[in-house]
């Protein structure tokens, strides 16, 4: 079992939709929990981060993070065709060098 | 303000040719990685560096070799390529070793045949 798993997709919406993306992971010491979002051909960009549990929003996204069920996600509301790109979490522990695992990342297609 | 900036954007080497991909920070982040990342594989560490003169392996080092000089450049340099090397290398910056702070460049791309 890999420690961050997540579904490659393509999940493809139409412009509007509500979209959520996750993932799940097994290292019950992981207490950073973030979102990136990377444009074809371009490198990763932060879009959200949360530390612990609990929700985070900033504008139409929302970050949510379950520890007990170790299960992440990040919600896209009024979904635009901008929104289309790949959406990889991350995530680490407290302590040490704070160095994140990836997970593979949900490309993500919203259609006009 | 440039961020992270990486040359070249694209290569292609033949199988046992070496080359250095360079990057460069003008945010004066201590730390700094170099990253692979494989279609549908997501991120893996190569290397990385928590200040001048000081490197670390990640991941999956074999293959490649990493000096920091200055604050501001992290070159990767690969010796004697090979097709498994052929992937997109990404170099990221942050200014403390919190994951939420990372700045990544817009990568090179690398062919090896």
């Known amino acids: 079992q890999k420690e961050v798993e997540q579904d490659p997709g393509p999940l493809s919406v139409p412009e509007g939709a509500i979209v959520s993306l996750n993932c799940t992971y097994s290292?019950?010491?992981?207490?950073?929990f973030m979102w990136y979002r990377q444009y074809s051909r371009k490198g990763p960009e932060l879009l959200m981060y949360t530390y612990s549990s609990g929700n985070k929003e900033d504008g139409r996204f929302t970050a949510q993070v379950d520890k007990s069920s170790k299960y992440i996600s990040l919600f896209i509301r009024d979904s635009q065709p901008s929104d289309s790109a790949t959406y990889l979490c991350?995530?680490?522990?407290?302590?040490?060098?704070?160095?994140?695992?990836f997970g593979r990342g949900t490309s993500l297609i919203v259609h006009p | 303000n440039a961020g992270v900036t990486q040359t070249p954007k694209f290569r292609i080497l033949k199988i046992g040719q070496s080359m250095t991909l360079q990057c460069t920070q003008d945010m004066n982040h201590n730390y700094m990685y170099w990253y692979r990342q494989d279609p549908g594989m997501g991120l893996k560490l190569i290397y990385y560096?928590?200040?001048?003169?000081?490197?670390d392996k990640g991941e999956v080092p074999n293959g490649y070799n990493v000096s920091r000089s200055t604050t501001e450049d992290f070159p990767l340099r690969l010796e004697l390529a090979a097709p498994s090397q052929t992937s997109v290398y990404f170099c990221?910056?942050?200014?403390?070793?919190?994951?939420?702070?990372?700045?990544f460049g817009s990568g090179t791309r690398l062919t090896v045949v």
């Open positions: 290292n019950s010491a992981f207490q950073y």
């Open positions: 560096s928590v200040g001048a003169g000081i490197t």
């Open positions: 991350a995530m680490s522990e407290t302590g040490g060098s704070y160095i994140p695992t």
């Open positions: 990221a910056s942050s200014p403390t070793g919190q994951t939420y702070g990372y700045t």
